[in-house]
């Protein structure tokens, strides 16, 4: 499977439906520890001064008329004591009694908004097999250069300024025969609209809800099941994905490998199988790179990807490809790409993970200037998972040497300082922080210098630097 489903755990039962409350609990222990250190307490001196006085008395040879009084009035004493402590231990049981939380009564109703969304939930998953989940990412942006227009050149969907940069709705049903369904919305769902044929063009309005994946899903009964699926989904190459609410991506911005060498989404047919805890294979036929309609490019491209891995996942190779024609009205040109990323996460430096991409792929037909196109790019992350805290750098750099995916022959690099806080208070919430440097041999990022009002040209620079601060829910 791609990385997006390989990179989740069960809620907490919401308190409506727990059978103890733990507060109680404590202090009834509290009334317990207090009662026997109060009999303790009572009868340990009482207890002491009557042996004492026995065996003061026995040691006389005798027990005069006084000290047999004193001796009978201790004794007295223990046993009215011991009465007390009778009648403490049964207060203790009425207080047990008080402060016990029956479990509610069956079909009692939620009373406060979390409980009502928990039941929800709950039904949904019971009654229909039926899973909903979300995502919310917003944040903000400056971009140094200040570009006229606050557009960060060759980014994923990060714009400067304040932002909503996604909003994510999972649904997905489980089961033999099911479904997954993701709903995009804000900068997420403008870009891969815009970048995605619904039709014999390319989207040129901006569209802030974008039905990125609608697919369904079958369990082949061979062997130990193939999994397929049809529809629309996301691409299996990349070791960036499109986020959902899993939100696996180390960094907040996408790479250049994901935003300029790779498709987002296609629509078909897939199939997986696990042959065992070392090797999987998934495979795929389909319309070709983010484009839904098999008519414009005559032909369907087919997609795999083999996964090799030890046994405890520390470390695993990922084979992608994808091979077939794009070019709309030229079935003999096809666009072929190959994709490897090795993962290692080693025993011995706890919280540290590895990883590294590269990407080559080339276009045949007249693509640039009537020829073929190729474009290449390599890309590393180092990534030190601490408890709440997680520090993640990637270096990469991309090749567009025909100008195909940029429009200009160049070479960009860039690199990237991520620092995420997982907020220990609420589970799902988390923190960003990053900065970003991107390069280019060329003057190609826009600022805010003078625009020639007959030229409607300006002074490029060969860079830009952004900083963004981010905050995520994933529910």
Avoid at 218 to 224: E, K, M, N, S
Avoid at 239 to 255: D, G, K, L
Avoid at 340 to 362: D, F, H, N, R
Wanted: negative net charge; hydrophobic residues 35%; contains cysteine.
């Amino acid at each position: 499977m791609n990385l997006e489903t390989k990179r989740a755990g069960l809620a907490p039962a919401p308190p409506w439906c727990a059978g103890e409350i733990g507060l109680p609990a404590v202090r009834e222990e509290r009334v317990k520890r207090r009662t026997r250190g109060k009999a303790v307490l009572w009868l340990g001196p009482a207890t002491l001064a009557l042996l004492f006085a026995t065996s003061q008395a026995r040691a006389a040879g005798g027990t005069s008329v006084s000290e047999q009084q004193r001796l009978d009035a201790l004794s007295g004493n223990v046993t009215n004591l011991a009465g007390e402590v009778t009648q403490t231990q049964g207060e203790v049981k009425q207080i047990e009694k008080a402060i016990t939380v029956a479990a509610p009564a069956e079909g009692a109703q939620p009373q406060t908004i979390g409980e009502h969304v928990a039941k929800i939930e709950n039904d949904l998953k019971t009654n229909l097999g039926v899973s909903i989940h979300g995502l919310v990412d917003a944040g903000y942006e400056h971009n140094f250069n200040q570009p006229n227009g606050n557009t960060n050149l060759f980014r994923a969907w990060d714009a400067d300024g304040f932002q909503l940069t996604q909003g994510n709705l999972h649904i997905e049903k489980d089961g033999t025969v099911g479904f997954v369904s993701d709903i995009n919305f804000g900068n997420v769902a403008n870009a891969i609209s815009a970048a995605t044929n619904y039709g014999p063009v390319h989207q040129t309005s901006a569209t802030w809800i974008d039905p990125t994946q609608y697919y369904l899903t079958y369990t082949i009964p061979l062997g130990a099941g193939i999994s397929s699926q049809a529809g629309r989904f996301v691409t299996l190459l990349g070791a960036e994905v499109i986020p959902t609410y899993q939100n696996q991506n180390y960094n907040e911005t996408r790479s250049f490998l994901f935003t300029l060498g790779e498709p987002l989404t296609h629509t078909g047919i897939q199939g997986a199988y696990t042959f065992n805890d070392y090797v999987s294979f998934t495979g795929s036929l389909n319309n070709g790179w983010d484009d839904p309609q098999l008519n414009t490019n005559n032909g369907p491209n087919y997609e795999g990807e083999l996964v090799l891995n030890t046994k405890d996942k520390s470390l695993s190779l990922v084979l992608n490809g994808i091979w077939g024609p794009n070019l709309p009205g030229h079935s003999n040109s096809n666009l072929g790409a190959i994709d490897p990323i090795v993962t290692y996460k080693p025993a011995w430096l706890p919280g540290v993970t590895l990883e590294s991409e590269y990407l080559y792929a080339s276009e045949s037909g007249p693509v640039v200037s009537g020829h073929s196109a190729t474009w290449q790019g390599l890309a590393g992350y180092f990534v030190y998972d601490y408890n709440a805290w997680e520090l993640a750098t990637r270096g990469e750099f991309f090749d567009d040497e025909d100008g195909a995916r940029t429009g200009t022959a160049q070479t960009l690099w860039e690199l990237t300082q991520t620092v995420t806080w997982k907020i220990p208070e609420v589970t799902g919430l988390m923190a960003r922080l990053e900065y970003r440097h991107d390069n280019s041999n060329v003057q190609i990022f826009p600022n805010n210098n003078f625009v020639n009002p007959v030229t409607h040209t300006q002074q490029l620079w060969a860079g830009q630097d952004t900083l963004s601060a981010n905050v995520i829910y994933a529910f």
